[in-house]
């Protein structure tokens, strides 16, 4: 529970090597920040997870972000409530969504490389602002439009498709016309899941079976458009099994565990060339001035019944390290958030 | 010389392990073969040279050939005579390009992956058609105008500038309005050479000069459209100096030697994601359609003076496998070529 004069706040104390763990980070305690110049003071009430974290806790950092000096705490999206501000777009009461990090009270400018976003009244869950409404939702959204241009009869394959993300894109897919829809996602229980709940019509655990040999029994004809999340081995395969003049979209790379910024290279990439492919990338930043047009849409097929948003959230600030762990070894489908405080 | 009775080849006697060598060939002496239904005989007139026939030479072949057996003659781009023909669109006389093998008198299936050509009578030499208006120059005019859609003002960098095919992309980025034209080749000689007589702003010699810190200085603000021919090492580096939301065209990975299917990834990929950018590869046949458009702006271009055509002929059949490993450490600039006899 928030308290009203004490700032807790979890900060990077060793930069992990390999895997994050809980011991990367401690809890510190001191008075809340005070109001500075141009910035907002927030009492955070949801934090999001995101594979990417992992990535940002590198010393260089992931090049949108500052880097986290040790110390600092760790950032993330959020949600939070406007305590003060300095900043005239935003007043005390406004509950906005953007980055912040693991606090009680976040210090934050709300101009800086992911802005803060005041959120309208809404009929629906504050928490859907960071899923479908969110990066996930946007991410999805501008990745499977723009991105892999998806359209009627694309047989559409998306790795971590039991995650915030790939949930999303699976369902925007299906909007757009995708014929078939394949999921790659570890474990049977979650590829179960993903067809009986999230509307694909096949989904591979690819730490059961052989992804080479089901992707070859599933798509047949060639995939025309991936979703990439995950990177490394799995991607390799998939380079393998596109259909000519295929689209890529490198979301993510889940499976390095973002531990480097030098990573294993898709060793199949010359496939590019060999069946004339379209590999790009997607960061949200570059989307900023079609947000809107992206949360109509996504509003539009959520109240039609067409989009489904999954939720796990978990209460409790002092939770916050050990649920970051649990990215890269996702038990529950959807987007993973932490309760921290209710607005006042 | 051509002997009317007898047919050389040089059949794939072993394949290579790493770099390609002249063993890996054998010459062997049979009669000229018989016409079969469909097909077409053929007098060798050139042989033209292409770093891809390296991967060509692998067990699994490249995909968009058939693998060449042991015992087979190798498979080569060339120019030839029609001396016999079963295909009603060809006759006996015409000059034709297209895919053939290291023989004097190649038997050929004209509607194959590559089909043959017949070429037109023409004010200029024979050979254009395999350089500037053959593979290297549709590669070139497709990679840069539909690949990586060059416009005024961009940053292009080239690799393997020297080659066949990059002195020619080089060529018309300029024409199409890039602001820095930037080559990448190994060799000082080289690199002079290039800016001196193919109108590049600069050429990094990668085996003398600090890539990294080249390209650094030479395109501050990004690089906005890269041709890439080589891959590896060269490609990473140059990942780390993209501009948001640039370009790379994957032409080819002759770095690697084409030694496996199973290359070195690029390992900085994720600047895919982190910057935005599009990646697409190009191979010919997915552009058949359009032969005509491109020959007929290469040829304007061409009559114009704007843009210049570089050969490096070299004399005699028997000379076929010892110049293949040269295409590897090239030390004169532009397309090699093979003479092995003249029309009658």
């Known amino acids: 529970m928030t308290n009203d004069s004490i700032n807790r706040q979890w900060v990077v104390a060793r930069r992990p090597v390999g895997a994050v763990k809980p011991e990367n980070f401690a809890l510190v305690q001191g008075p809340v920040p005070s109001l500075q110049k141009g910035k907002v003071l927030l009492r955070a009430l949801y934090f999001g997870y995101d594979a990417a974290q992992r990535f940002w806790l590198t010393e260089q950092g992931a090049g949108y972000l500052p880097p986290i000096n040790l110390g600092e705490p760790m950032l993330t999206g959020g949600i939070g409530q406007v305590i003060a501000s300095d900043n005239p777009s935003y007043k005390a009461g406004d509950i906005v969504e953007g980055l912040m990090s693991w606090q009680d009270y976040p210090l ?11 959120l309208p009244q809404a009929d629906y869950p504050l928490t859907w602002n960071m899923s479908v409404f969110g990066v996930n939702g946007l991410t999805a959204y501008f990745g499977v439009t723009d991105g892999l ?67 070859a029994e599933l798509c047949p004809q060639g995939i025309s458009c991936y979703f990439d999340n995950v990177g490394g081995a799995i991607l390799d395969t998939v380079f393998m099994h596109m259909a000519n003049l295929g689209r890529i979209l490198i979301c993510g790379a889940i499976s390095s565990g973002y531990n480097d910024t030098k990573m294993q290279g898709p060793g199949n990439y010359m496939q590019i060339c060999a069946r004339q492919l379209t590999v790009q990338g997607i960061l949200l930043p570059f989307y900023k001035d079609r947000i809107g047009e992206a949360i109509a849409a996504l509003a539009k097929w959520v109240k039609e019944g067409r989009l489904r948003v999954h939720e796990e959230i978990v209460e409790g600030f002092e939770r916050a390290p050990e649920l970051l762990p649990t990215m890269y070894a996702v038990k529950n489908p959807g987007k993973l958030l932490l309760h921290v405080a209710d607005p006042v």
Chains 1, 2 share one sequence.
């Open 108 to 118: 934050v400018d709300p101009e800086g490389p992911i802005p803060l976003r005041v």
């Open 149 to 215: 241009k998806v359209k009627a009869g694309d047989t559409v394959v998306i790795s971590s498709a039991g995650g915030a993300t790939g949930l999303l894109a699976g369902g925007i897919a299906r909007i757009l016309g995708a014929a078939k829809l394949v999921g790659i996602a570890g474990g049977r229980d979650k590829c179960q899941w993903l067809v009986r709940n999230a509307g694909y019509d096949a989904a591979i655990d690819y730490k059961g079976e052989d992804l080479d040999k089901r992707l």
